[in-house]
C-alpha cells in the first residue's frame, strides 16, 4: 500500500518494467488528455532496459491500473500533496537508494521537480520533461503573508522561486533535457519561462529544429543532440 486517500482506503500502486542493473529511470504518465497511464511508454521500454537501466513505469493513484482507477473516482487534486512522496515510496519498495532517473510527461514533470527538491541524493543528473506543464507556485510554493500579497510581495516571490529553483538544480546535480512539441506550446508556456529564467542554464528547451535555452557549452549541445 503506497498511499491512503482521506477516506482511509487503500491504493496498491500499479507498477511494471524490466530489471536490470543500478541504474534506474522512473517513466511518469500525465495527468490529462494523452497519455494518462504507464502503458504510453511501453514502446522505449526495451530500449532502456538495453542501455542497462532498470525500467519502471508508474500508474499514479486514479490511472491506469492502480486500485484506485478499479474501485473508485479519486481525484488529482486529492493526492497532488503527496505526489513526490508516493513516486519515493515505489522506489523505496524496489529496493533503489540513489541513481534515479525520471522521464516526464506534462503535469508529471512537477512531481519530478519536486521529487529533486525533496530527495536531492537520489537524483541522477540525466532527467527529461516532455512538454513540462507546471508554475512555480507548483513546485517552489512560498506562502503570502496574513495581511495579503501586494504588488512588493508577488516581485519578491518570483524572484526568490527562481532562486529557490537553481538550488535544488545544485543540490541534486539534475540537468533536465526539456522538449516542447508545437501542439502543446499554449499549455508549456509558463514551464518553458521558468526554464529559460534559470541562473544555472541546466534546463535545455527544444524546439522542433532549434535551442530555445542558448549560453551553453559545446560539450553540452553535443550531449543533448
Known sequence: VIWQYAHK?????????????????VLLHGYSKRAVNSWAWSKIVRHLYKKGFTVVM???????????????????????????????????HLGFTRCVHFVGYRESCATIIKFWKNMPHMVNKGNILLDPIFALDDVMYIAPPIWGADKAFMHLKASRQREMMDKVLNMSGA???????????????EARAVLGQLQQKRALAFGKNSVIVTDLSAELLSEAQ
Open 175 to 189: 540537468t533536465p533535457w526539456c522538449l516542447f512539441t508545437p501542439s502543446a506550446r499554449g499549455e508549456t508556456q
Open 58 to 92: 508508474v500508474d499514479m493513484p486514479g490511472f491506469g491500473r492502480s486500485s484506485m482507477n478499479m474501485k473508485w473516482n479519486c481525484p488529482v487534486m486529492s493526492w497532488m500533496g503527496d505526489d513526490w512522496r508516493i513516486v519515493s515510496k515505489v522506489i523505496e
Open 9 to 25: 482506503k487503500e491504493a496498491r500502486l500499479h507498477h511494471n518494467g524490466r530489471i536490470s542493473g543500478g541504474k534506474l529511470a
